[in-house]
């Protein structure tokens, strides 16, 4: 609940306004799941709310840990739904990759999580709580949230089909009173829901965002992404520059382009995504470029190294920032396009 609610539904309980912040606080800067366990309320009171309210609606099913340290957590929703969310840890900025849908409606073609469908979108409450379990497995419960923490908003779903319940999970997020992870911290990932990307762009506390690209031409792109075709690439490049126009003094914006071994990945490739930007005259861009993850039954390979680094540096001779992006949790089903809900680990 946002504060606000929370104020009015401890008000409707007959208590005083303060009551919402010692809720609040327990909740998201203590990270406590029992009412039982938030002992500066009294016990009347901590009764009352359990028999009213939840904290918790996720359970962790399996946790699964790589190689790497990366960790997949799948979780079910009270009602038995999926929800997959990943910790990538790193010296000093700890990443965690939340999911914004169970399933997916979206059809990439050379993602898992599309073969599992839409099963419902998530509530703010279970966006969040994905995050409070992970810290709590991760630091312990009541232990201060890193202040490197970074979140990504690039598990299972597209952010943007669940809009509303989204900004309002981001909201509770960076709330001081609470977990404090603020939206320079985070980083939204769209497959190019435009209409959003224009309202995304007007939030004075928007968060990064990153635009999954992938091809450069409408008639691959339909193929990979055919999402595609509800808001071809013009329509998509048009709005990503107008988000141009809402950058911070040093912002900049991320394209991700999923490397697919001989589909899109040859330098004639990279110059006509090169091409495709310097039409938009976006300047104040990165790419991303994230090697495919294919697992069965995806009929992708993974592109060569050498295929990748060409890309990269023909993009480069065209004056393009681009990153390569090391994949991890391969062995877990973690990586970008693997979270299908597996239960199994490689
Ligand atoms: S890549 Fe993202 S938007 Fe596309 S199907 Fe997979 S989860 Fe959905």
New binding site residues.
């Given amino acids: 609940m946002p504060r606000a609610e929370l104020r009015e539904f401890v008000e409707s309980l007959g208590e005083p306004p303060y009551r919402a912040t010692q809720i609040f606080k327990a909740v998201h800067q203590r990270r406590l799941r029992l009412f039982d366990d938030i002992t500066d309320l009294p016990k009347k009171f901590r009764e009352k709310l359990a028999e009213r309210a939840d904290i918790s609606r996720l359970t962790v099913e399996q946790k699964y840990v790589s190689t790497d340290g990366t960790r997949r957590y799948l979780m079910k929703t009270a009602d038995g739904r999926p929800v997959e969310t990943v910790f990538i840890p790193a010296e000093g900025r700890d990443t965690i990759c939340f999911s914004s ?1 169970s399933g ?5 073609d ?5 073969k599992l469908g839409l099963l419902r979108n998530l509530t703010a409450g279970e966006i969040v709580e994905q995050i409070i379990i992970v810290l709590n497995d991760v630091y312990g419960e009541a232990a201060e949230t890193p202040h490197g923490t970074n979140l990504v908003g ?5 952010p943007f089909l669940n809009f509303e319940n989204l900004i309002t999970a981001l909201r509770i997020m960076a709330d001081e009173d609470g977990l404090f992870i603020v939206p320079n911290r985070v980083t939204i ?3 190019g829901i435009v209409p959003k990307i224009y309202e995304f762009a007007k939030l004075p506390d928007r968060p990064h965002l990153a635009i ?1 690209l992938t091809a450069a031409t409408d008639e691959l792109r339909d193929r990979l ?1 055919p ?1 595609n075709k509800r808001w071809n690439l013009d329509e998509l490049m048009a709005a990503a520059k107008e988000f141009e126009g809402s950058l911070r003094r040093g912002e900049r914006f991320t394209f991700e382009y ?1 490397m697919l071994g001989g589909v899109n990945d040859s330098p004639e490739d990279a110059r006509k995504l090169a091409r495709l930007l310097d039409k938009f005259q976006l300047s104040r861009v990165k790419i991303n470029l994230i090697p495919h993850n294919g697992a069965e039954p995806l009929n992708y390979n993974a592109s060569s190294p050498d295929a990748v680094a060409r890309f990269k540096s023909t993009l480069e001779s065209m004056g393009i920032d681009a990153y390569v992006r090391t994949p991890r949790g391969r062995d877990i089903y973690a990586a ?2 693997q ?1 299908a809900a597996m239960e199994k680990a490689a």
């Fill in positions: 849908q997916c409606p979206l059809k990439c050379f993602c898992l999580t599309a690039m598990g299972a779903g597209e990932s769209t497959a999954s992404m999402i999923v970008c396009g979270l």
